[in-house]
């Protein structure tokens, strides 16, 4: 549990900063089920604390220095015109 009176309370907001993660990654870790990253509500606002991050990275074995990596699709490409032709031909289509 975050201990406001001996911990460094920091926005969800600086933890995914910090990690180059989005914001909905952090909120993720905070509402997973089982081990999860400890937060705080203060008024609407949730917190959580960098001592926390730490208990949360050491349970799930990641450590400040780990790099997020993420999966890049490559882009689809659409086929150009005479290609389109081609594949409609083949097809027996005409146009």
């Keep these: 549990m975050v201990d406001v009176s001996r911990e460094n309370i920091v926005p969800l907001e ?6 180059d993660v ?17 937060t705080i509500r203060v008024g609407r606002l949730v917190r959580t604390s960098w001592e926390a991050v730490q208990r949360f990275a050491v349970e799930d074995d990641i450590d400040e220095e780990s790099t997020v990596i993420q999966t890049v699709k490559e882009p689809r490409t659409s086929p150009t015109h ?3 032709c081609r594949m409609l031909r083949e097809r027996g289509l005409q146009f």
Aim: aromatic letters at 8%.
């Design 14 to 19: 600086a933890v995914a900063s910090k990690f």
């Design 22 to 38: 989005s914001l909905q990654t952090v909120r993720n870790w905070a509402k997973r089920t089982g081990h999860r990253l400890e």
């Design 82 to 84: 005479e290609e389109s």
